[in-house]
């Protein structure tokens, strides 16, 4: 690219800027005349749906702290798979009859994140057959 090309591609972006610039101004004119009402600006989100947070509700814990390697203890009295003892965690929480699917799938996968901490912590291992047991003290 020549010397030029890059000056005028410069200028070109110096000009998008104050363009830019101005549109953003517009956008909060507007939003002050409305005074924040969400409904007749498409797309401007305030609150904590605009933080990343599910519009039903606060993030759901599904464990508190130590609860998961305790029910564990409880579980698993002989090695299994990860999935039985997903599953069987599920079951001692009590979510497989009441849990909707979609609620029970984002447990699973937080009981998964769970075991995986736990072996990467040491507190579980795993046998070359991929099973899962209490690592003895």
Request: glycine content about 8%; charged content about 25%.
């Amino acid at each position: 690219m020549s010397t030029s090309q890059i000056l005028s591609l410069l200028q070109r972006r110096e000009e998008l800027l104050k363009e830019l610039s101005h549109v953003n101004g517009q956008i909060i004119r507007i939003a002050l005349e409305h005074s924040g009402d969400n409904e007749t600006i498409p797309g401007l989100r305030r609150g904590r749906a605009a933080k990343g947070e599910t519009v039903g509700g606060a993030r759901r814990k599904w464990f508190s702290r130590g609860e998961m390697l305790q029910l564990s203890q409880k579980i698993l009295t002989k090695p299994m798979s990860q999935a039985e003892l997903v599953r069987n965690l599920l079951a001692a929480k009590g979510y497989d009859k009441d849990l909707p699917a979609s609620e029970q799938a984002r447990f699973k996968s937080a009981a998964y994140q769970a075991i995986a901490a736990a072996i990467n912590a040491k507190q579980f291992t795993r046998g070359k057959d991929g099973t899962i047991a209490l690592r003895k003290p």
